[in-house]
């Protein structure tokens, strides 16, 4: 992948805060990162580091008390659409854009479209799965019902769900969580999108299940040249998919850069840590998995400086607890926010 190419996401310094009574949770703080047409973007980290209020925040669907307060969203739309919030350059801000707004809601689903974690909880039980892609078609197709009932059968079809014609008419609780996932994943294709947004796809289903599902997501992707950004805190599956990885931890990115330098050329010890805890065929029998020290700290208890210092290994005191350190270039593919690169310690203005 050329990362000279023209984005087709740009994040920069995104901030989504929960203001509650206790105080204000900064779920994101700071996050930026690129998508290129046609990249799988891997985003990973332990449960609670912010992947999904980053993706949330991407679409707009960040729930009440949950608000963007700072950063961009930068889109470029592939559509033949004339969006009336586009820049000189031809992108759209979507932070800057009411979440409930008329160009927010058309984006959603015809430009960038979500997989969600639980289809089981995302398809209404009520209405037939028919009934909930055709109302997704039409919303953003000028098309007759029977054109988008065609549409959804050939999407069906296009994902494996067997028999589509007569799947068009069964509820979501009628259905097994494999093929729950394969028409929730007809449902995000159904408009064609640019950008599909998976959110832990593979969470609540069999492991052989989860195989085919990948499989169809890598299979759908090259035959669309969708981009992907795939959310997920197993790392092996981010080796499979994943062109592009971003590590994040309590709200922050640690580390980004191409797949295979994550994975054999790690520079963040938080990534170091993540890598040395998968199991392997080479683990010694009888023997406890390496893990990570302590647990991510409580959203109202924030550690000071680097939010990894207290669980990081290479803890340096009096420097990282001063102060965060910036995500910095470490050379022409990886970057990383870390203050064991002495010049970013000279540049945060921390005294050793």
């Not at 790392?235 to 062109?243: E, K």
């Not at 590590?247 to 797949?259: A, D, K, Q």
């Not at 080479?282 to 023997?287: K, Y």
């Amino acid at each position: 992948m050329n990362q000279d190419t023209q984005p087709l996401l740009a994040v920069r310094d995104l901030k989504t805060y929960f203001k509650l009574d206790e105080g204000v949770v900064k779920a994101v703080d700071g996050v930026s990162f690129d998508v290129r047409p046609g990249q799988v973007v891997g985003v990973v980290g332990e449960s609670g580091c912010g992947k999904s209020v980053t993706i949330k925040s991407v679409l707009r669907i960040v729930p009440p008390p949950g608000a963007v307060v700072g950063g961009k969203i930068l889109y470029w739309p592939q559509k033949q659409v004339t969006y009336q919030a586009t820049d000189s350059s031809g992108a759209v801000d979507l932070a800057a854009l009411d979440p409930r707004g008329k160009v927010m809601r058309s984006m959603r689903g015809s430009e960038i479209a979500l997989i969600p974690q639980e289809p089981m909880a995302s398809f209404s039980p009520v209405h037939t799965i028919g009934n909930q892609l055709i109302e997704a078609i039409r919303l953003h197709q000028n098309v007759s019902k029977k054109e988008a009932a065609e549409m959804a059968i050939e999407r069906m079809h296009e994902v494996g769900v067997p028999s589509p014609e007569q799947r068009m008419n069964s509820y979501s609780w009628e259905m097994s969580g494999g093929l729950r996932q394969r028409a929730m994943i007809a449902m995000s294709l159904s408009c064609n999108p640019s950008l599909l947004i998976a959110d832990e796809p593979t969470t609540a289903i069999d492991v052989t299940t989860q195989a085919q599902v990948l499989s169809l997501l890598k299979r759908l992707q090259e035959t669309h040249n969708m981009a992907i950004i795939f959310i997920t805190h197993d790392l092996g599956v981010i080796a499979q998919m994943a062109d592009f990885v971003v590590v994040m931890y309590l709200g922050r990115v640690m580390e980004t850069g191409p797949s295979d330098e994550i994975f054999h050329n790690p520079q963040h010890p938080y990534t170091k840590a993540l890598l040395e805890s998968i199991p392997t065929v080479h683990s010694a029998s009888r023997t406890f998995l390496p893990t990570i020290a302590g647990s991510i700290p409580h959203p109202f208890n924030r550690p000071p400086g680097c939010p990894y210092f207290p669980r990081c290994v290479e803890y340096m005191p009096g420097v990282c607890d001063q102060a965060t350190p910036a995500i910095r270039p470490l050379n022409p593919k990886q970057s990383a926010s870390c203050f064991l690169f002495s010049d970013a310690i000279e540049d945060e203005g921390v005294q050793q």
